[in-house]
């Protein structure tokens, strides 16, 4: 390939498409607001898949599929080339509401996909201490999780040992384009010039692509998420109920989130959020009672209409690229999202049909 790559956002998805990038050997260089990583990547929970996957369209469902057959290989080859362990765990997702179960049968049934409905008996030997309330619950042993900043951390040093440049701090002030073709990032530090650019930056793309021509419905919606110190083993399945779930980490750390908030780009946490969610951890697990708050965060997800990301090229610039707009969903379906954008890049047949993605058919009006 030989070629110059410029990715604006050095996040997952940023990151995963530079490995992909870097394979078919361009040079790529990663501009990043602030530092790679730590925006929606760093405080998502790392749970890999949609949490009520019938609820999603199809768009989302082969995704996910693509990047959970794709992931352990992901995650043997960072392990190996980094030392860095992801802490990819099947956990399994143990969902402890009943009402869905028909849809969640005909989900399965259609993706291949492992599910049983459970009584409360069954409940209690997936993972003792729950609270059931009664309603039996959906058992997906499948369920993967990561552990995201670990994950992150070992796609860096993986970039880094691959040659790839980090240009952190720099924010992209601009795009440049001249005669329909993409010729240069404009920031702080000056014009950076490349063949191709990719923009990954999460709630921030629309702002960056917006005077480019391309007006996408991407904005920011507030998540927070509690961390709370408990036993090794305690809690050993993600669970989750009303949208609320805990997701149990190797060393007894368990992750509970998370909130839904349309503030804008604020990332104030909030004591409201916190006791909304350790009430939430507690109404699923009455013994998490002594278990002490260590942290609470917030992130920004990047919103789209239905979660369906934006990937392909601009409509109108050639060599200008978007992958962004994952929503609650980037771990889940990053993996296939990343492989598809940077097919379309090379010109390789792309893994999925890339037409419910394409940003030129779905821009909004000023």
Aim: hydrophobic fraction near 40%.
């Amino acid at each position: 390939m030989n070629r110059e790559i410029v990715i604006v956002g050095g996040g997952f998805l940023g990151m995963l498409a530079a490995r992909e990038l870097i394979a078919e050997g361009a040079r790529v260089t990663i501009f990043d607001r602030h530092h790679l990583g730590r925006e929606s990547s760093w405080a998502g929970g790392g749970i890999l898949s949609p949490l009520y996957p019938w609820n999603y369209p199809d768009a989302i469902n082969r995704l996910a599929r693509w990047s959970q057959h794709h992931y352990p290989d992901l995650m043997r080859a960072l392990l190996e080339s980094t030392g860095v362990d992801p802490e990819w765990v099947r956990s399994g997702l143990l969902i402890l509401e009943g009402a869905d179960r028909d849809r969640a049968a005909k989900w399965a049934e259609t993706y291949s996909f492992s599910l049983r409905t459970v009584e409360n008996s069954e409940i209690e030997e997936i993972q003792p201490g729950l609270a059931t309330e009664g309603q039996g619950g959906i058992w997906l042993p499948d369920i993967a999780q990561v552990r995201n900043p670990r994950l992150l951390a070992a796609l860096r040093r993986d970039l880094e040992d691959k040659g790839v440049d980090f240009r952190e701090n720099s924010p992209v002030e601009a795009i440049s384009h001249s005669a329909g073709r993409f010729r240069a990032v404009r920031t702080s530090d000056g014009d950076f010039s490349g063949d191709q650019c990719l923009v990954t930056a999460g709630a921030w793309t629309r702002a960056i692509l917006q005077p480019t021509g391309l007006n996408l419905e991407i904005g920011p919606v507030m998540g927070q998420m509690l961390l709370l110190r408990a036993h090794p083993q305690q809690l050993t399945r993600i669970v989750l109920r009303n949208r609320r779930y805990m997701i149990p980490r190797r060393d007894g750390r368990i992750l509970v989130g998370s909130t839904m908030e349309d503030v804008g780009f604020d990332k104030h946490v909030t004591g409201s959020a916190a006791q909304d969610l350790r009430a939430a951890a507690l109404n699923l697990m009455p013994a998490l009672d002594n278990a002490p708050v260590e942290m609470q965060w917030a992130g920004l997800r990047p919103s789209s209409p239905d979660g369906i990301p934006y990937m392909g090229r601009h409509p109108a610039i050639e060599g200008l690229y978007v992958c962004a707009g994952h929503f609650r969903n980037g771990f889940a379906i990053g993996p296939a999202s990343a492989r598809m954008t940077v097919d379309l890049m090379t010109g390789r047949e792309p893994i999925l049909d890339p037409a419910p993605y394409d940003p030129g058919s779905r821009t909004v009006s000023d």
